[in-house]
């Protein structure tokens, strides 16, 4: 997954003679839920794959089966999916063997969703907002090509997030970071140690030690930042909690390290 880096600011447009010849590409996987961005999605990676077969799917599931059962070089897909989370499923997927490159695309700047992304080396993320479709085919070619295409704003927005002093990685530790994806619905303690199987005295305790962290007050306020960082995301089938397996991880991974 270390693949040679090459970030959206040195990238060529394609409308370059200089552009290298597109890779050859067999299948592309398109995953989004909004018809109207799958359709755009397509049409420039049909632009950008002339001969490669294109499918395009609005579900977690259903990808994963398609992926399953047959080869597929390329896997475009948004974040949001409602079905499922697609950070947990690259978390599960990625390493395996076959398994497509992958881009990204999403105008998202929650810290905790691209620092997720950036954790599982994701060969593509592609930011919306600053570039547009001529870039995504580039973005598209260079992914396929083997190498990393990370939009120069999305890097950007990442370093800021990370040197910030008051960034939740150097503030809560590994268990805390999972405490928080669950009390950041507004859940109480007792439904809250029910998912994290803890005591709820424990998470009362955790939720304190957050609070004072963060420097909240209030559950509103928590569950505010919690949104704002990514951690939490209310969607027209509920809540998610973006990468929850990944806090899971790290969670045990920490306690193994305290064993040691």
Request: hydrophobic share 45%; glycine share 6%; net charge positive.
């Amino acid at each position: 997954m270390n693949a040679p880096v090459r970030h959206a600011s040195a990238a060529l447009p394609s409308s370059s003679p200089a552009a290298p010849e597109a890779p050859r590409v067999g299948r592309v996987l398109i995953l989004e839920a909004d018809q109207f961005c799958a359709d755009m999605l397509r049409q420039i990676a049909a632009r950008a794959f002339p001969q490669a077969s294109l499918s395009l799917v609005n579900r977690v599931s259903l990808a994963a089966a398609m992926i399953a059962i047959a080869s597929v070089d390329l896997l475009l897909t948004g974040l949001y999916l409602p079905d499922g989370d697609i950070i947990d499923f690259l978390a599960a997927s990625l390493g395996q063997i076959p398994f497509p490159r992958v881009l990204v695309v999403t105008a998202c700047q929650e810290q905790w969703v691209l620092q997720s992304l950036r954790q599982l080396a994701v060969e593509g993320v592609f930011d919306t907002v600053s570039e547009g479709g001529d870039q995504l085919g580039e973005a598209l070619r260079t992914v396929a090509m083997g190498c990393s295409y990370w939009s120069a704003a999305t890097l950007e927005h990442l370093r800021r997030q990370r040197a910030a002093p008051n960034a939740y990685w150097r503030l809560l530790t590994p268990s805390e970071q999972r405490i928080l994806a669950v009390i950041g619905d507004g859940c109480d303690d007792q439904s809250a140690a029910e998912r994290l199987q803890m005591k709820p005295s424990s998470v009362q305790s955790a939720r304190r030690e957050i609070h004072r962290k963060l420097g909240v007050q209030h559950k509103g306020d928590l569950v505010q930042l919690a949104v704002q960082n990514g951690f939490v995301r209310f969607g027209p089938a509920g809540v998610s909690r973006p990468g929850f397996s990944i806090l899971q991880a790290a969670c045990h991974q920490a306690k193994r390290d305290l064993k040691q």
